[in-house]
């Protein structure tokens, strides 16, 4: 009994201390999964590819065949609240939601995400991201952002708040801002998840 309650405390001090250090790199903007991924060819270009939620370890997500995430191609990964998200690859933020507008009575289908954000990565492919508690001070549309940078944290906004803390993620062809259906997802996102947390830098493949 001892020695398990001695297990049980070292893990969790270390997640503990894991966590703090990426919630202190927060608003300086620094890159905190360094440690996952490494940098490989994709065809004549390089592009390095992240978990988008911060450490994958202590994250349960959806999103690998067809029923697995409502009635679309998408993915939701749990996490606990205010655990940090980062940016899956470089690239530039082409839309951002900064206010939960979301209105239960109405459910209009365009605001269900919340406090959400799509990068534009230099892939040439949209990563969404949805249902965030918050977004990091200084995120802006235009911007470009490495991956790997923190760009908000895990919450229950939107149509969430009545979920475990989670945040929705999406990949999709860039279209035009106020296509939300395309937004949302167009390719099932769970084998691209499975290798980015080995540490495998898989370009999704559009449809």
Same mark, same amino acid.
């Not at 994250?59 to 009635?71: E, I, L």
């Not at 690239?91 to 459910?107: L, T, V």
């Not at 084998?191 to 898989?202: E, Q, T, V």
């Given at each position: 009994?001892?020695?398990?309650?001695?297990?049980?405390?070292?893990?969790?001090?270390?997640?503990?201390?894991?966590?703090?250090?990426?919630?202190?790199?927060?608003?300086?903007?620094?890159?905190?999964?360094?440690?996952?991924?490494?940098?490989?060819?994709?065809?004549?270009?390089?592009?390095?590819?992240?978990?988008?939620?911060?450490?994958?370890?202590?994250?349960?997500?959806?999103?690998?065949?067809?029923?697995?995430?409502?009635?679309?191609?998408?993915?939701?990964?749990?996490?606990?609240?205010?655990?940090?998200?980062?940016?899956?690859?470089?690239?530039?933020?082409?839309?951002?939601?900064?206010? *939960? /507008?979301?209105?239960?009575?109405?459910?209009?289908?365009?605001?269900?995400? $919340? +406090?959400? =954000?799509? !990068?534009?990565?230099?892939? *040439? /492919?949209?990563?969404?991201?949805?249902?965030?508690?918050?977004?990091?001070? $200084? +995120?802006? =549309?235009? !911007?470009?952002?490495?991956?790997?940078?923190?760009?908000?944290?895990?919450?229950?906004?939107?149509?969430?708040?009545?979920?475990?803390?989670?945040?929705?993620?999406?990949?999709?062809?860039?279209?035009?801002?106020?296509?939300?259906?395309?937004?949302?997802?167009?390719?099932?996102?769970?084998?691209?998840?499975?290798?980015?947390?080995?540490?495998?830098?898989?370009?999704?493949?559009?449809?």
């Amino acid at each position: 009994m001892l020695c398990l309650i001695l297990v049980f405390l070292l893990g969790y001090t270390f997640y503990s201390i894991g966590y703090v250090q990426c919630a202190g790199d927060v608003e300086q903007g620094k890159q905190v999964a360094g440690y996952i991924a490494k940098k490989v060819p994709s065809g004549e270009k390089e592009f390095m590819y992240y978990f988008p939620v911060q450490p994958p370890e202590y994250c349960n997500y959806t999103g690998h065949k067809q029923g697995d995430h409502h009635d679309y191609p998408a993915s939701d990964i749990f996490a606990p609240f205010g655990t940090p998200i980062i940016a899956v690859t470089d690239g530039i933020i082409e839309w951002i939601s900064a206010e *939960d /507008i979301w209105d239960p009575y109405q459910d209009d289908p365009a605001t269900r995400g $919340g +406090i959400a =954000l799509a !990068l534009r990565g230099d892939d *040439d /492919i949209r990563y969404y991201i949805a249902h965030l508690s918050r977004l990091v001070h $200084g +995120i802006k =549309l235009g !911007l470009h952002i490495k991956a790997g940078q923190i760009i908000g944290y895990v919450g229950k906004s939107g149509n969430a708040r009545y979920t475990p803390p989670h945040v929705h993620f999406g990949i999709s062809a860039p279209t035009t801002s106020d296509d939300w259906e395309t937004r949302r997802g167009q390719v099932w996102p769970g084998p691209y998840l499975d290798a980015w947390k080995k540490g495998i830098m898989l370009t999704p493949e559009l449809p």
